[in-house]
């Protein structure tokens, strides 16, 4: 039987990029920084920071969220963090490993879950043992941390890179897990993280590193630390080989962000700000085809591994969806109550609460702007009632999954955790009226009541809930009792 963190599946994620969603006064800051509000480029930093995060704890809370991901936070010299410069340090920008503390605590005394970012694969020009053979060429002893096939090093763009490179690219050097002092030192890297207190890994780039028995052993040796630490792989296509128990827990669930673009934004989507992206194509979808498309998701890992799959939007590898439907809220709408009621855990991107937006890196990276007056309130509000509507009813996290209906711009289907049975019916298009299917679910007479949309009470009749009322590009959930 596979085992996976039963905390999960209660899980609603909000992932952090940390330079750009809260800086603290109590943080020294360095003299150079981008304006907050200033568009964010490649290099540029906007100087937020952990305890900017413990700061606004309150307000994620408040919108529902119980667990954090949080882009790296060791020393780099990127404002992305990927390029790891000291495994064994929180940035000090940041707030350094005493503003990580106060963050798990804080977090921890509030029961919001902290999973962080582990950048394994590569390292930076800055990391000790690549400067080290960067600095002695040959006589360095750590040539073996890395794919090095000439000297001098080229490590800055001009000359061709003369060692394996993420992409290519000189900032990023492989690093050699195939040696063992690295292996060695990649899990000691975790084991010390995971005592310190965070909740989970999400690692960075997993199958570049093509090891299965690498990533077993950082399984056991994270698990064996704390046997309830979340470990979710960056796979942007079917995982299978990293889910079967003895790797990872789950993936990001691109799959199911492709899904959604192509149903509920479809043929409104901004074509240049999908293609290029991990999961292109993203093909037109309808009714039929999105359920089609959600009963593979449903089916494709063992129960315990669906039910714990990071159900992500947006991220800050992607343009934010918002943008994507060329700022159509209803398409945002449709597609998070769609995120709140399909197995797995939802992962909000910081923003999209309040209507940010933002096109491919660096655009999807802004800073998140605290001035309340430039949210969009109604589409936090409806945020906030899906989250609720998620914990109210176990039967959205720990559910039955059923297709009932697909038609035309409508789908509908049926969560069920024992007795408690709830529809969710989803319309991309006009206004209609559908007849759904509820003969093995239900008596005659039964009740189905609006739980989330405009009130309304259907009586199944001879096997259907007959006359269902669903406003133009809305969702509506009903809760399915017996007559009283």
């Known amino acids: 039987m596979i085992e996976t963190p039963e905390w999960v599946r209660h899980a609603i994620f909000y992932q952090i990029f940390p330079d750009r969603f809260a800086k603290s006064q109590r943080v020294p800051k360095p003299s150079n920084l981008e304006r907050w509000e200033d568009p964010p480029t490649h290099y540029g930093f906007k100087g937020g920071d952990l305890l900017g995060i413990v700061e606004h704890l309150d307000y994620l809370q408040d919108l529902g969220i119980n667990a954090i ?34 963050l798990l605590d804080e977090a921890h005394r509030r029961d919001i879950r902290i999973i962080i970012d582990g950048v394994f694969n590569h390292a930076s020009r800055g990391f000790y043992q690549f400067n080290h053979a960067l600095e002695n060429g040959a006589a360095s002893p750590y040539l073996d941390w890395f794919y090095i096939k000439g000297f001098p090093l080229h490590a800055y763009e001009g000359k061709p890179v003369n060692y394996e490179a993420w992409w290519g690219i000189p900032a990023l050097p492989k690093l050699n897990t195939s040696t063992p002092a690295v292996r060695e030192f990649i899990f000691g890297v975790a084991e010390h993280w995971t005592r310190f207190g965070a909740d989970g890994w999400r690692l960075d780039v997993p199958g570049e590193i093509d090891d299965d028995e690498f990533w077993r052993e950082f399984r056991r040796r994270v698990k064996a ?29 691109y799959l199911f962000t492709k899904a959604c673009i192509g149903f509920f934004i479809g043929a409104r989507m901004e074509a240049n700000l999908v293609s290029g992206v991990g999961y292109a194509p993203v093909p037109v979808l309808d009714g039929p085809a999105f359920a089609q498309a959600l009963q593979e998701l449903v089916t494709m890992y063992d129960r315990s591994v669906r039910d714990v799959q990071m159900n992500l939007l947006d991220s800050h590898d992607t343009a934010r969806f918002l943008s994507i439907a060329g700022q159509d809220v209803s398409a945002l709408k449709l597609a998070t109550l769609c995120q709140m009621t399909f197995p797995g855990a939802p992962s909000i991107y910081y923003g999209s609460e309040v209507g940010m937006l933002g096109g491919k890196d660096p655009d999807c990276r802004r800073a998140f702007n605290w001035d309340e007056s430039s949210w969009n309130h109604d589409l936090r509000d409806y945020f906030k009632q899906c989250i609720a509507l998620r914990k109210r009813y176990r039967a959205l996290r720990d559910g039955e999954f059923q297709v009932l209906f697909a038609a035309g711009d409508v789908v509908a289907y049926l969560r069920t955790w024992g007795e408690e049975k709830l529809i969710v019916v989803l319309n991309c298009g006009a206004a209609t009226t559908v007849e759904i299917p509820v003969c093995d679910l239900a008596t005659e007479g039964m009740r189905a009541i609006t739980v989330l949309g405009r009130p309304a009470e259907y009586i199944t009749s001879a096997g259907y809930l007959r006359g269902v009322a669903i406003p133009e590009r809305t969702g509506v959930v009903l809760h399915l009792s017996p007559a009283q």
């Open 69 to 102: 991901y949080l882009c790296p936070i060791f020393q780099s010299t990127a404002n992305h963090r990927y390029h790891t410069h000291d495994y064994y340090r929180v940035d000090p920008i940041l707030g350094g490993d005493a503003a990580f503390r106060s």
């Open 225 to 253: 630390v704390n046997p309830d630490a979340y470990l979710v792989g960056e796979i942007w296509h079917p995982a299978h080989r990293w889910l079967q128990g003895d790797q990872f827990d789950a993936v990001m669930n």
